[in-house]
Nanobody
């Protein structure tokens, strides 16, 4: 059974930092591209960042470029999203996702497995 477990969310002040983790089990992690998506209050789910299964390519939404960094540790079967200079508009539930031999690009359809999400709240 594939499981993706996000952690690291919480309440942070504007301009603060958080690091989200996504621990994967039940799948060959090194063969999967990983992505982070988010869904804010009253908004549709949107792509945040992705990393290819090889780990050489990363992609970011324009709104987070220069502030967020996605990475992966295949030895730990874990993907990370380091977030700096957080803004109130970053408030959302953040989901990690995995796709077999995925490129890490932003199409949600390319991801087969999804976590339950972790709440990030940024106060002004």
């Amino acid at each position: 059974q594939v499981q993706l477990a996000e952690s690291g969310g919480g309440l942070v002040q504007s301009r603060g930092s958080l690091r989200l983790s996504c621990a994967a089990s039940g799948l060959p992690f090194s063969n999967h591209g990983m992505g982070w998506f988010r869904q804010g209050p009253g908004k549709e789910r949107e792509f945040v960042a992705g990393i290819s299964w090889i780990g050489r390519s990363t992609y970011y939404a324009d709104s987070v470029k220069g502030r967020f960094t996605i990475s992966r540790d295949n030895a730990k079967n874990t993907a990370y999203l380091q977030m700096h200079n957080l803004k109130p508009e970053d408030t959302a539930v953040y989901f990690c996702a995995a796709g077999s031999y995925g490129t890490g690009r932003g199409s949600a359809d390319s991801y087969s497995y999804w976590g339950q999400g972790t709440q990030v709240t940024v106060s002004s």
